[in-house]
């Protein structure tokens, strides 16, 4: 007869990478751009978005460089 096989360890919680990042430690947090979107004039919003959006472009047409 063989012998048993030892245990094996049983699995923890994910780890993550990264700290989540805090919007009010980081004005470039993700989220932190509109935090105050409610506060400002709906006729502001569309600045906001426009510049996020120019931002977005920028930073996923660096992604072939990868």
């Not at 780890?15 to 004039?41: C, E, I, Q």
Request: avoid cysteine.
């Amino acid at each position: 007869m063989t012998d048993p096989a030892p245990p094996r360890p049983v699995p923890g919680p994910p780890r993550t990478l990264a700290p989540a990042a805090d919007p009010a430690a980081d004005p470039t947090a993700d989220g932190a751009r509109f935090a105050d979107l409610a506060d400002r004039p709906v006729a502001e919003h569309v600045a906001v978005f426009e510049a996020e959006h120019d931002r977005l472009q920028g930073e996923l047409s660096t992604i072939d460089q990868l």
